[in-house]
């Protein structure tokens, strides 16, 4: 009896240490680490319904008319936004902005409308066209005198451009286009560059492939897109102080779309605060722009 009793009395204190030993392991967490990991599994619960409430979100197609000087910026933007955004198909309309604010004033469908000028800009505000207080003058550039990698030219900087053989320039309704016609005024030489062989290009996509192609001596375009094909073009000069009346100024704003819905027009307004963000803005610098602040 004496040796049932002992058993008995031993498997009890086991059993006590044996609890004592399990509390002890489950108390060694600090109150940090509680902390953290409370924090890591709030932060993993939020992205999961941050991506749920994406994936859940109604589906809507945007219209968004860009200079073509912005393509490239604009489709790595467009594939960022769509990672978080996926229900949202971007469709662009890259082109002189010209050409951009003549669809928009002869009814083409777009919600967002991105020109490399304030000119186009401000006739379809004052046209009744764009939402005013949504402008923002979002990015500014440079204007350069290009020419293809290894060929030769006479041709040293602007004041001096009337000694190629032929250019390439845009359109005056082109904003590249007018712009060069400004430095040109101002720098006094217009009647000089007026008597050259000119190819007038639709856009400065058009005058960058021209030069690209040495169908060009020389050519006006964005420092941009001379930075975008570095393999076939070289930059000779930028436009010079002063020689431009006003900065080189990229506006974007909300076109009232009178054909779109509640679920497009906020998607809308949602990708036009995407582009005024922090990742955005870093996409634009990459690829030269700078910040209009």
């Known amino acids: 009896m004496k040796r049932k009793l002992s058993s008995i009395l031993l498997i009890l204190v086991l059993s006590i240490v044996m609890l004592n030993g399990c509390s002890s392991k489950s108390d060694n967490t600090t109150p940090e680490e509680t902390t953290t990991q409370a924090a890591t ?3 993993t619960e939020s992205e999961g319904e941050t991506e749920t409430e994406a994936a859940n979100a109604p589906e809507a197609e945007i219209y968004v008319f860009i200079a073509a000087s912005l393509s490239n910026a604009m489709t790595e933007i467009q594939e960022m936004y769509n990672q978080t955004n996926p229900n949202v198909t971007i469709l662009y309309n890259a082109d002189s902005s010209g050409t951009l604010q003549t669809q ?19 006739a379809l505000q004052e046209g009744g066209y764009v939402e005013a207080d949504s402008i923002d ?5 440079k204007v350069v005198l290009i020419k293809p990698v290894g060929q030769e030219t006479k041709v040293t ?7 190629a053989k032929n250019i390439a320039l845009a359109g005056v309704d082109v904003p590249v286009g007018a712009y060069a016609r400004e430095i040109f005024t101002n720098l006094g030489i217009s009647d000089k560059v007026d008597t050259m062989e000119i190819n007038e290009g639709a856009n400065v996509t058009a005058v960058l492939a021209a030069v690209s192609e040495a169908s060009n001596e020389v050519g006006v375009v964005y420092a941009t897109d001379a930075n975008s094909v570095k393999d076939s073009v070289e930059i000779i000069a930028t436009a010079p102080e002063g020689s431009l ?15 779109a ?16 963000s922090a990742d955005a803005l870093a996409v634009f610098e990459k690829y030269g722009f700078s910040i209009n602040e």
């Open 41 to 43: 599994e709030a932060e």
């Open 104 to 122: 928009i004033e002869e009814g083409a469908e777009c919600d967002i409308f991105f020109s490399a000028a304030m000119k186009q800009m401000t």
């Open 137 to 141: 003058k979002l990015l500014e550039n």
């Open 157 to 163: 900087g602007f004041e001096n451009i009337f000694e």
């Open 245 to 259: 009346n006003t900065p080189v100024v990229y506006p974007v704003g909300l076109v009232k779309n009178a054909d």
């Open 261 to 276: 819905d509640d679920t497009q027009s906020k998607a809308a307004k949602d990708f036009l605060e995407y582009l005024t």
